[in-house]
């Protein structure tokens, strides 16, 4: 599944580049991301120094040295490795509201190119959780996390108890993930499942946030066996046996 979704990621950011001169992208962070962006930084033939980065949420008041920050897995996991030079980080340990204002603008500037993002065990997109706010126009706003959220973390093993996970975060919002000109989404694991399939064979409701990406026109959902075990057929797309993609 990962290394499926790393192709097809190479090849947009690559005809991107062709198109343009250069690519401008979203990453997601977590534990669902870990091989498809160790697969992506291997992928030939994209120039990095052409590649500028955003990403979709950090904790507030986190430090960057602590292993559940997001700047620092971006930094370990597809920064480093790839050598790209324009990347805007969320520094979650200053004004959060003024980071999401001046972040937000940079990502105004330009077009986004493609967007990498996961789905949470609550459903939510980025960080925003149920009842997730579908109709802000801000790029980055400040939220609330909610409990199952901040539980999942706990579970993933970034923090050792809910206590310890900051109650809130930056995110970017839904509806400025819905501008990108495409988005790749990768969700493996049985503890996804019940997220998937309100997700895919649900309304679409703030209740399930990630089930906006049903209006969006170029959305591609990569799932594992585990995470598509609930859904209920496959006439909403095609699950792929092969690793060939």
């Known amino acids: 599944m990962s290394r499926a979704a790393a192709r097809h990621a190479s090849r947009t950011v690559r005809d991107a580049i062709a198109r343009r001169g250069h690519a401008r992208i979203v990453a997601a962070t977590g534990a669902s991301q870990f091989e498809f962006l160790a697969a992506l930084t291997k ?4 120039d990095w120094a052409r590649v500028e980065m955003f990403h979709l949420d950090e904790y507030v008041g986190l430090s960057i040295e602590h292993p559940a920050s997001f700047r620092k897995y971006l930094l370990d996991r597809l920064i ?10 969320l520094d979650g340990e200053r004004d959060a509201a003024l980071v999401a204002d001046r972040v937000g603008r940079e990502l105004a500037a330009g077009e986004i190119d493609v967007a990498f993002v996961g789905i949470g065990e609550n459903g939510h997109l980025a960080f925003n959780d149920p009842p997730a706010d579908f109709a802000s126009e801000r790029p980055y ?5 909610d409990e199952a959220c901040r539980r ?7 923090f050792r108890s809910v206590a310890e996970v900051p109650a809130q975060a930056i995110s970017m919002t839904v509806r400025q993930i819905l ?15 019940d ?23 170029n959305t591609t959902l990569y799932l594992d066996r585990d995470s598509a075990a609930l859904l209920a057929s496959a006439s909403r797309g095609e699950i792929l046996e092969s690793d060939e993609s």
């Open 152 to 158: 999942q973390q706990v579970g993933e093993g970034w």
């Open 80 to 89: 480093e490795p790839t050598g790209m030079l324009r990347y805007h980080l």
């Open 195 to 217: 997220a998937v399939k309100a997700s895919v064979d649900g309304d679409v409701s703030p209740m399930a946030p990630a089930s906006i990406l049903q209006t969006h026109a």
């Open 179 to 193: 501008k990108s000109r495409e988005i790749i989404c990768v969700v493996p694991d049985a503890r996804k499942a």
């Open 141 to 145: 706003i400040v939220v609330t996390l």
């Open 43 to 46: 992928a030939p033939g994209i």
